[in-house]
Nanobody, 129 residues
Framework: QVQLVESGGGLVQPGGSLRLSCAAS????????IAWFRQTPGKEREGVSC????????YYPDSVKGRFTISRDNVKNTVYLQMNSLKPEDTGVYVC??????????????????????WGQGTQVTVSS
C-alpha cells in the first residue's frame, strides 16, 4: 500500500527549529520527486521545498530560502524538512507529496501540486510566542 506519513510538527517560538519527517511505504523515494507544501486557513497552499531523484535538483521559494533544508535518507525511505529561524508566517499544516517518476515541477516560481500522485495527511506547525 502506498502511503506517506508526516511527523515532527508542533508548537515552537519564533526563531526556533523543527525537523519534519515524511516516511514512505509502498514505493521507493529515491527515484521520485518529493515536495513539502503548507496550508494555512485563509491563504493559498504554498510549496516550500521539492527534491528530485538523486540526480535531480532542489527548489525553495524565496519565503523559506536559507532557512529550510530538504534531505532524503534512502535507507529509511524518508524525506526530511529541517526548518530553522521559524517565523509566525510559517504556521500551517505541512504535507508531503510524491510525484512518481518525475522531477520537481516549478511554474511561475511555485511548486506545481496538481501532478502529485500521493499525499500525506499533514502535520501541524505552529510558530507563536
Amino acid at each position: 500500500q502506498v502511503q506517506l506519513v508526516e511527523s515532527g510538527g508542533g508548537l515552537v517560538q519564533p526563531g526556533g527549529s523543527l525537523r519534519l519527517s515524511c516516511a514512505a511505504s509502498g514505493f521507493t523515494l529515491d527515484s521520485n520527486a518529493i515536495a513539502w507544501f503548507r496550508q494555512t486557513p485563509g491563504k493559498e497552499r504554498e510549496g516550500v521545498s521539492c527534491i528530485s531523484g538523486s540526480e535531480g535538483s532542489i527548489y525553495y521559494p524565496d519565503s523559506v530560502k536559507g532557512r529550510f533544508t530538504i534531505s532524503r535518507d534512502n535507507v529509511k525511505n524518508t524525506v526530511y524538512l529541517q526548518m530553522n529561524s521559524l517565523k509566525p508566517e510559517d504556521t500551517g499544516v505541512y504535507v508531503c507529496a510524491a510525484d512518481l517518476g518525475a522531477p520537481c515541477t516549478v511554474i511561475h516560481d511555485s511548486i506545481y501540486p496538481n501532478g502529485m500522485d500521493y499525499w500525506g495527511q499533514g502535520t501541524q506547525v505552529t510558530v507563536s510566542s
